[in-house]
């Protein structure tokens, strides 16, 4: 698969001598795009070839990869099950556009306390579930497991070595971990984190041995659900001159990371970055939701 490749002109990266790419992954799909395409890959190859017929994951009110996992579920024949952070979801749904879109799709919802969705991990919650819908082939939250992580290997490419630094967002870690064990030696794997502190190190680390990598924790905006003018500013600003859309969750906050960083002078004159766009845009519409409502700008879609 030939995902493009965008060079970046703006007149910082010319004040800095620093050259910025992006790898447009948000291409890949209309409804699994980036880094969703690239995790539920290996896992659906999985599915299909142990005879499974029904999908189980979750997420949260506005996750991308719920609609994800509908339409791929749908695509391929599957029955698909969201288990949805949030029980007073259960009434409001549908006015949700990234749940609604979901069910469109076919997907069926359980409804969660978040105290409940904490465990969702945990032997005896999984063999519940089970006990409830049968037979089903579990994928994780944000779909990150020994699978995505091998799906998320394939974003980088070997001519992609002339790259110093990368970087992409970091939800679950999944992404990232991928990224890092596909990356060369002598590169320099920047994650920028949608979530206040520290405990995603623990989780990249159970994925890799590399130790080429940090995360930059310093510009989640507040978390998932967080946003201020600021954010919103730059990212319509950086549409309108580049052209390239981002979702105010995670690629939005990794921009601007980055080009805090470039005017901050972190990066020595002559790098060459490449940023991975992970998709997420649908994301936008329920953002929008949100600051029409807080009477803020909205995000150009």
């Keep these: 698969m030939i995902v493009p490749t965008q060079e970046i002109s703006l007149p910082l990266l010319k004040e800095h001598r620093v050259s910025l790419c ?3 992954e948000d291409t890949i799909h209309p409804m699994i795009s ?7 890959k290996y896992n659906l190859e ?7 017929h029904t999908l189980i994951t979750f997420g949260g009110a506005y996750s991308n990869h719920i609609p994800a996992t509908a339409f ?8 698909t099950i969201g288990i949805i952070r949030g029980e007073e979801l259960e009434f409001s749904w549908k006015t949700n556009p990234t749940l609604a879109n979901a069910s469109e799709l076919g997907m069926t919802f359980k409804f969660i306390s978040r105290d409940t969705y904490r465990k969702k991990d945990e032997p005896d919650f999984i063999d519940k579930l089970l006990e409830t819908f049968g037979r089903s082939y579990i994928i994780p939250e944000g779909g990150t497991n020994d699978l995505a992580i091998r799906g998320c290997e394939e974003i980088l490419a070997a001519a992609d070595k002339e790259y110093e630094v990368v970087c992409c967002s970091v939800g679950t870690g999944g992404t990232i971990a991928g990224i890092i064990n596909a990356s060369a030696a002598h590169q320099q794997i920047l994650g920028f984190t949608a979530l206040k502190g520290e405990f995603l190190q623990k989780d990249i680390c159970k ?9 930059c924790t310093a510009y989640h905006f507040g978390g998932y659900a967080k946003i201020l003018p600021e954010l919103i500013t730059f990212i319509n600003d950086f549409k ?18 980055i080009m805090d960083l470039i005017g901050k002078g ?30 803020l700008p909205l ?3």
């Design 22 to 24: 992006v790898r447009r």
């Design 34 to 40: 980036g880094n969703k395409f690239r995790k539920l």
């Design 46 to 52: 999985k599915a299909k070839e142990e005879h499974y």
């Design 72 to 79: 791929a579920g749908k695509q391929q024949g599957f029955k």
């Design 207 to 215: 994925f890799t041995a590399k130790r080429n990598w940090e995360l």
């Design 240 to 257: 309108k001159v580049t052209g390239i859309p981002l979702d105010p969750v995670y690629t939005g906050k990794m921009m601007y990371g």
């Design 266 to 295: 972190y990066f020595e004159p002559g790098t060459k970055i490449l940023a991975i766009h992970t998709g997420g845009l649908q994301g936008i519409r329920g953002m929008n939701q949100y600051l029409s409502k807080k009477k």
């Design 299 to 301: 995000i150009t879609i």
